[in-house]
């Protein structure tokens, strides 16, 4: 058998699920200060899996995209605090004018290769 890590397929609904997982689990007896504990991510992991049992993903794919789902939030976030952005509740998106995108996406690859080279 190979040792290769399988890659794991999310879709909008997978991560919604987990999205909301992770809220009912955002309780103390879940997390240490700015983390899940292993029983809040063993009862993650077994909640996913029950609710989604044809994906079955094992706890690092599911830490992962808890991670990347966290990132993009935080890029939402501070995103929206920027001049001329808008939000649209119904698309659930950002929206804004195409200068307004072109100088978001300028900077935040200009700040994402320097993190790069630093």
């Given at each position: 058998?190979?040792?290769?890590?399988?890659?794991?397929?999310?879709?909008?609904?997978?991560?919604?699920?987990?999205?909301?997982?992770?809220?009912?689990?955002?309780?103390?007896?879940?997390?240490?200060?700015?983390?899940?504990?292993?029983?809040?991510?063993?009862?993650?992991?077994?909640?996913?899996?029950?609710?989604?049992?044809y994906a079955y993903f094992s706890?690092?794919?599911?830490?992962?995209?808890?991670?990347?789902?966290?990132?993009?939030?935080?890029?939402?976030?501070?995103?929206?605090?920027?001049?001329?952005?808008?939000?649209?509740?119904?698309?659930?998106?950002?929206?804004?004018?195409?200068?307004?995108?072109?100088?978001?996406?300028?900077?935040?690859?200009?700040?994402?290769?320097?993190?790069?080279?630093?």
């Open positions: 058998m190979s040792t290769e890590r399988i890659r794991a397929s999310w879709n909008s609904t997978l991560e919604k699920g987990l999205v909301d997982i992770l809220h009912e689990h955002n309780q103390p007896r879940f997390r240490a200060q700015n983390a899940w504990i292993p029983d809040g991510w063993r009862s993650i992991v077994n909640k996913f899996n029950e609710m989604f049992p706890k690092q794919q599911i830490q992962e995209k808890e991670k990347e789902l966290k990132a993009n939030y935080k890029i939402i976030k501070n995103a929206r605090k920027e001049s001329g952005l808008g939000w649209n509740d119904s698309l659930g998106m950002i929206v804004a004018e195409k200068p307004v995108w072109d100088r978001l996406l300028l900077v935040r690859f200009f700040s994402h290769s320097l993190q790069l080279i630093l």
